[in-house]
Structure formats: C-alpha cells, structure tokens
C-alpha cells in the first residue's frame, strides 16, 4: 500500500506573504483572524475604520444614482446583486487602494476598480471562480487574487461560502476575506470556488479588490 505522507508534499509559494497575527500597512494595523494554508484564504480584520465604511456606501449609492444601474436590475441568475466600479478618482479609493495593494502584496497598478455590491433579501453570487477561463480573452492578463470587503453588519444571511472547503465567513464590517488563486497546481486554484449566500434578512455591502497578473494601469 503507499501512503504519501502530508509531509512529503512541498507548499506552494503564496502571493500573501504575512504571518502572525497582525501586521502594519503605511496607515493601519490589519489583524490576521484566520488562515487556511492551501489554498490559501485569510479572514482579516481592522481592514477599514467603520467611517471609511459608511463613506463607501455613500459614494457608492450617488455614483449608482447618477449612473442608473444602481436599482434592482437583474443582472442574471449568476449574481443578483446591484453593483458599481468606481472610475472617477477620490481621496478615500487612493487612501484604501494603497493599503489594499499593501495588503495584498501586490502593486496597485495591478488593480482593478474598487466594485461596490449592495445585495437585499433574497439576492446572491452563487458559487463562482474569479479568474476567467482560459479560453477567455481576459485570461490572457488573469485575475490572481481577491480581497472581499465587508462594509457593514448583516443581520442574517450573506456569508461568504467556500464549497470545496467547507468554509464560509460572516460579513462583518471592516473585516474582509483574501483569497489567491495563482497556483501551478490548478486543483488548488479550483478549490477557491466561492459565493455570497443569499441574505435573509437586512442589506449586504461590500466592496471587491480583484488583482491582475500583469499590471493594468
Ligand atoms: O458576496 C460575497 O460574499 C462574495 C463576492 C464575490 O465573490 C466577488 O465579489 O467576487
Ligand atoms: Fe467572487
């Protein structure tokens, strides 16, 4: 019989490269709450003060409003959220988008626009990948990583679910969930399938950091 031996298996090199239990971006402290190893997923906290929360939602709501996307369009059955991408610049996506990139370990030209979800009783991202397939044209300047950020409280539902690790998070504002999909081994890619549980009860806001492999700005 052969047995291989969990030692026997080389860890991947990771993208995310803290340890401990908290760390320090130019303007925060950011707690580690929870690690998975492989692939790797951390739960964090203290990522954004409840202020820069609230103010998210507010430009957010305005921008939804001025652009008219905002509402209860259906988008299809995939994500039933409302969302938006923040184009224009402001004082506080500079200030976050540089301890995002600080977070995620990777440099900010490599991100895409903030997106704002907002998701109402009833409404969900059922269980996704975030990178494009490889047939895809965008493959070609994959997405390699994902910060989810929780921008407030919900009051039931909503949890952020991981299938193939048994896994979810409870939103919770100012915390967030990382997770990185650039390994050699694509099963550990694939094992990064996620979605947002439909919310039950209150609203749902977050706001989504994806990083590209290769810079985009
Ligand atoms: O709503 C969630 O918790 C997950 C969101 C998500 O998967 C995404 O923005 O890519
Ligand atoms: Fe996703």
């Known amino acids: 019989m052969h047995v291989t031996k969990v030692s026997d298996r080389t860890k991947e ?7 401990g239990n908290r760390f320090q971006t ?10 998975l190893e492989e692939p790797l997923v951390a739960v964090l906290g203290n990522v954004l003060s409840d202020q820069e929360c609230d103010e998210l939602i507010q430009l957010s709501k305005d921008n939804m409003h001025r652009s008219k996307i905002g509402d209860s369009r259906q988008v299809n059955d995939i ?10 610049e402001h004082d506080i996506l500079t200030t976050i988008e540089k301890r995002v990139a600080s977070i995620m370990n990777i440099p900010v030209e490599h991100a895409e626009g903030l997106q ?37 409280d919900v009051e039931e539902g909503g949890e952020t679910f ?3 690790l048994d ?3 409870t ?11 650039f390994y050699d081994d694509q099963t550990l890619n694939e094992r990064t399938l996620h979605g947002g549980a439909p919310v ?11 990083m590209r492999r290769q810079r985009v700005r």
């Not at 919770?172 to 990185?180: D, N, T």
């Not at 039950?200 to 994806?210: C, F, S, V, Y």
């Open 162 to 164: 991981f299938p193939e």
């Open 200 to 210: 039950i009860t209150g609203e749902k806001w977050i706001a989504t950091q994806w």
């Open 13 to 19: 090199q990771t993208i995310f490269h803290h340890t």
């Open 167 to 169: 896994f979810s998070v």
């Open 116 to 152: 704002v979800l907002r998701y109402t009783p009833g409404q969900e991202y059922k269980a996704h990948y975030d990178y494009f397939s490889a047939a895809s044209k965008a493959s070609k300047n994959n997405r390699i990583s994902t910060l989810v950020m929780y921008l407030n």
């Open 26 to 35: 130019e303007d925060r402290e950011i707690h580690i709450v929870a690690r």
């Open 79 to 88: 994500r039933t959220s409302s969302g938006m991408f923040f184009e224009e």
């Open 171 to 181: 939103p919770k504002k100012g915390m967030a969930v990382y997770f990185e999909y």
